[in-house]
């Protein structure tokens, strides 16, 4: 069942919309229709990317690392956002905490507001 605060498996697009490789992504919400859309951003390993005050990081010494199901500290690209129906996830490794959650989509606010 897809919710928000999961992380699922879905071949996220290259921005030049090539197919990606299989990835592990962020559910952030559910769009608002009839459809089983979905908002999700991107989750990388390359923590090289990281931009502060936007991105997250998720550490294996956090809370909440074991529940996600990633491998390896990983890096939560807020700016590399997809909408996609749920049809397409393949599966998913877990899921981040609430306070985690909630912390992104403020990030996430406070840079469309910029």
Sequence with gaps: MVQEGKIVL???PNTDQTRGKLRPALVLC????QYDDWLICMISSQLTQYMADLDEIIDEGDDDFDASGLKRT??????RLAVVSSSIFLGSTGE???????????????WILT
């Design 10 to 12: 879905f071949p996220f």
């Design 96 to 110: 981040i905490s609430k306070t985690r959650l909630a912390r992104i989509k403020q990030k996430l606010a406070a």
């Design 30 to 33: 559910q769009c608002p229709s």
């Design 74 to 79: 990983s890096l939560v690209r807020v700016t």
